[in-house]
């Protein structure tokens, strides 16, 4: 599971966008992961290009272009749209072990000397969008296959795609296997969205999707002090254009069908400057954590009472040149002892 007694992990990385002009940024659907990603288009694209004295020069593309533009038989399909993407690398370790204890890879990048597909996802949806006005619904339903699927698995109850393992290292360790990270429905009515399901975590700044990180690696922080998914019922609320509130309950972390009785608040706000170029986000996940679960390994985890807590504040310098700040606070309550884990990155 990803939780230690003491994780700290410092580190200060900015975005870098490339080409000697700047590039416009959109916003893609990616179904409310807690996080909102932008694309950069690159300066060669052949756009017309506009100069401004101020900001520099920017480029419009228009939207995206998308693979369903192209194949979409049935037309608009009642706004349900999908995609995916495949992640691979290679990662080198001369020492031939799998970490310092020789146990398992910690998250994700498993294969510790070699070439590994990461992430084969595929993804089906519609976005629950009034517009500010109105009813609608939305739903979406998240599969992926590859080494990275038992970091999104529901690992905390050993049910729901836990056992989708395909193979194994000659230690036992899984390799390969499928794992459904997402599967919800949601309603909206006006400002107010309701989300009834298995979706992503609010807490932290980096996610389980590829493409909404910037590097390949993850902080030790996430890995081992966060939450991925979640099970349970989530409201989100916009309270104005740069304001938004979200509180729910959920069975505990990463759990599926079986919530071991475990029962969480998830929730927090979110705060954007009036130029866009600042944000804010404070989110917390809180309660009974369960009655504790037996792992494959013969652990026991999610026992106790737990409160996590993670700010992130993001700040645009420049066109090119993000700056993000998080730090997160944890604590486990078992009765007889406390375990305490807090980072900054």
Known sequence: MKLSQLAIAIALAGTLGAGNVSAEEFDYYSADTGTTRAVSSSSSCGCDTSCDSDCGCEIDCGDPWRLQDWFNPCGNCYGIEWGGWIEAGYTANSDGIDDLQGNEPIGFNHDTTGVMVNQAWMWVGREADTGGCGTDWGFRVDY?????????????????????????????????????????????????????????????????????????????????GEPFTH???????????????????????????????????????????????????????????????????????????????SIVITHKVRNNLTYVFQTDYGANDQGNNTDEWYGVN
């Open 144 to 224: 992926m296959f590859g080494m990275d699927h038992n970091d999104t698995q529901a690992f905390n109850d050993n049910d729901y795609d836990t056992k989708w393992t395909s193979s194994r290292d000659a230690a036992g360790f899984p390799l390969y296997g499928s794992a459904l990270p997402q599967a919800y429905f949601e309603v909206a009515y006006n400002d107010l969205t309701i989300k009834l399901g298995h979706f992503f975590t609010l807490i932290g700044y980096e996610v389980v999707p590829a493409p909404q990180n910037f590097f390949y690696s993850h902080a030790y922080t996430m890995i081992y």
């Open 231 to 309: 099970t349970g019922v989530l409201a989100s609320y916009a309270v104005n254009d740069r304001v938004n509130a979200h509180g729910g309950w959920t069975a505990g972390w990463d759990s599926g069908n079986n919530d071991n009785d475990a029962s969480t608040f998830l929730g927090g706000f979110d705060w954007t400057s009036c130029d866009g170029d600042t944000t804010f986000a404070w989110m917390v996940n809180a309660g009974d954590w369960g009655n504790g679960i037996t792992l494959d390994n013969g652990n026991t985890a999610t026992s106790g009472d737990i409160y996590m807590q």
